[in-house]
């Protein structure tokens, strides 16, 4: 986006302090497994498929969302734990978007 004339300061910061504040007040709450598994993992799957700032953050809102159920479907049906059956699930959402952006590329 810098190489392309947007000022991306601004966003950057935004973004840093929304993730900071997240990560600090929800780190007791559900944790460290957890939140790496809501931030990082929706974000790099949707970065695998799409290009596009808007594109990333839509597709890795809804990503988040629906592994974060389905893990929580998961754990209760098979009676595992939820932190663990929500960050499996968002790991073979991840793997899957690699194989189609690696199948789009090609």
Same mark, same amino acid.
């Given at each position: 986006?810098?190489?392309?004339?947007?000022?991306?300061?601004?966003?950057? +910061?935004? @973004?840093?302090?929304?993730? &900071?504040? %997240? @990560?600090?007040?929800?780190?007791?709450?559900?944790?460290?497994?957890?939140?790496?598994?809501?931030?990082?993992?929706?974000? /790099?799957?949707? *970065?695998?498929? +799409?290009?596009? +700032?808007?594109?990333?953050?839509?597709?890795?809102?809804?990503?988040?969302?629906?592994?974060?159920?389905?893990? /929580?479907? @998961?754990?209760?049906?098979?009676?595992?734990?939820?932190?663990?059956?929500?960050?499996?699930?968002? @790991?073979?959402? +991840? *793997?899957?978007?690699? %194989?189609? &952006?690696?199948? =789009? =590329?090609?």
């Amino acid at each position: 986006a810098t190489s392309s004339g947007v000022k991306v300061r601004a966003y950057n +910061f935004l @973004i840093a302090a929304v993730s &900071g504040i %997240v @990560i600090v007040l929800a780190m007791k709450l559900v944790g460290a497994l957890l939140i790496s598994s809501l931030i990082l993992f929706p974000a /790099l799957s949707a *970065m695998r498929v +799409f290009r596009s +700032f808007r594109s990333v953050i839509l597709c890795s809102g809804v990503i988040s969302v629906f592994g974060s159920l389905a893990g /929580l479907l @998961i754990a209760l049906l098979l009676s595992t734990p939820t932190g663990a059956s929500v960050a499996v699930v968002h @790991i073979i959402i +991840f *793997m899957a978007f690699t %194989v189609v &952006g690696k199948l =789009r =590329r090609v």
